[in-house]
C-alpha cells in the first residue's frame, strides 16, 4: 500500500465496497473461476483519481480476482510473491521468479 492511498484502502466506504462486490460475484474470479480474495480496480488509482468515487466505489470498474490473476495482472506475472518465509517461519524476500534455476 502507498502512502497516498492507505486511508482510502482503511475506510469503511472501501471495505463495504468490496465485501458487496465480492458478494455479486459469488467470491469467484472473473477471469479463472477459482475463489476470489481480492477486488482489483479496472482503472487503477493514482494520487489524482483516489478522490472520485465513480472509479474508486463503483461497481462497473471492479473486477473479483484470485491472486494468481491479480498477481498476473499487477506484476505481469502469476508466480509473483510479495513475501515468503523460511523453514523457522520467518518473513523473508521471496524468490526471483525469473532468476534462471
Known amino acids: ?31 479463472c473461476g477459482e475463489i476470489a480474495k481480492i477486488v482489483h480496480h479496472k482503472t487503477y488509482l493514482t494520487p489524482e483519481n483516489i478522490t472520485d468515487p465513480s472509479i474508486t466505489l463503483a461497481h462497473d470498474n471492479l473486477e473479483a480476482l484470485c491472486q494468481p490473476c491479480h498477481n498476473t495482472e499487477t506484476f ?5 510473491q510479495r513475501y515468503a518465509f523460511d523453514a523457522a517461519g520467518n518473513m523473508t524476500r521471496p524468490p526471483d521468479p525469473t532468476a534462471a534455476p
Not at 500500500?1 to 475506510?11: G, L, T
Not at 505481469?76 to 509473483?80: F, R, Y
Request: proline residues 3%.
Open 1 to 31: 500500500m502507498k502512502e497516498w492511498n492507505k486511508k482510502f484502502y482503511q475506510s469503511k466506504q472501501w471495505r463495504n465496497c468490496r465485501k458487496s462486490y465480492l458478494i455479486t460475484q459469488n467470491y469467484i474470479c472473473e477471469r
Open 76 to 80: 505481469g506475472n502469476p508466480k509473483a
